[in-house]
């Protein structure tokens, strides 16, 4: 079966640092990726999506850049954080040929 | 642009009874739309979909409706059980010129079944 592993679950970082949270995907080949973030009280914004190794499709200009240097591995980076990069990061998987999509278990952010 | 909108933040239903979850969207090319179920700080669960070309999928107690004419979908849970009790999203996919679907997403609506 496959199952999706996000990491870490929860991240405490100060305003100016790098970021890197990874996504990894187990079970299935080709996967479309997908990350997305919650604000505080807040829905899902898309922001970043994947069909294949190196292509990367960004849904809103923002300090977030992502990567998806293998088949099943996704990464959300940032230079320099900002107070507003605070959230709740969502990894999320497709099959090509399903329309569901299913998340990882999240990381919870919080810029200082 | 909020192309799908949850415009009820909170819902309180008694257990064993309906609860009607409703969902707005404006682009008439989504081609699937989905439910989630979300607790906090973990992520979330699909739930149940429906394509664009039906109005009505079940499964078990959950049903959804589309009403394309009135660009509105809902979730419908019958019986209300008290584990129902968590946010909610309504999602729509669309097909992009990056040669899949993106899935937009709605700001939820909370839901609390009382025992």
């Known amino acids: 079966s496959q199952t999706i592993h996000q990491w870490p679950a929860t991240l405490v970082q100060p305003v100016g640092s790098p970021l890197s949270l990874e996504c990894t995907v187990e079970?299935?080949?080709?996967?479309?990726l997908y990350w997305y973030r919650q604000a505080a009280g807040r829905g899902l914004q898309l922001l970043f999506y994947?069909?294949?190794?190196?292509?990367i499709s960004s849904e809103v200009p923002q300090n977030l850049s992502a990567s998806r240097p293998q088949d099943r591995q996704f990464i959300l980076s940032s230079k320099k954080l900002l107070l507003s990069d605070s959230g709740f990061y969502l990894c999320?998987?497709?099959?090509?040929?399903?329309?569901?999509?299913?998340f990882g278990s999240g990381t919870q952010l919080s810029v200082l | 642009d909020q192309q799908v909108k949850q415009n009820s933040p909170s819902l309180s239903v008694q257990e064993g009874r309906i609860s009607i979850l409703n969902c707005d969207y404006t682009?008439?090319?989504?081609?699937?739309f989905l439910w989630y179920k979300k607790y906090p700080a973990e992520g979330p669960t699909f739930l149940i979909s429906?394509?664009?070309?039906?109005d009505k999928n079940e499964d078990g107690r959950f049903t959804v409706f589309l009403n394309k004419s009135a660009k509105h979908l809902s979730l419908h849970i019958v019986p209300s059980q008290p584990g129902d009790s968590a946010v909610y999203f309504c999602?729509?996919?669309?097909?992009?010129?990056?040669?899949?679907?993106?899935?937009?997403f709605g700001t939820g609506t909370r839901l609390k079944v009382l025992a």
């Open positions: 999602a729509a996919s669309l097909y992009s010129t990056s040669g899949t679907y993106k899935y937009i």
């Open positions: 079970g299935t080949s080709n996967p479309n």
């Open positions: 994947s069909v294949g190794i190196g292509q």
């Open positions: 429906i394509s664009s070309i039906k």
């Open positions: 682009n008439s090319m989504f081609d699937y």
């Open positions: 999320a998987w497709r099959q090509a040929t399903n329309e569901k999509l299913f």
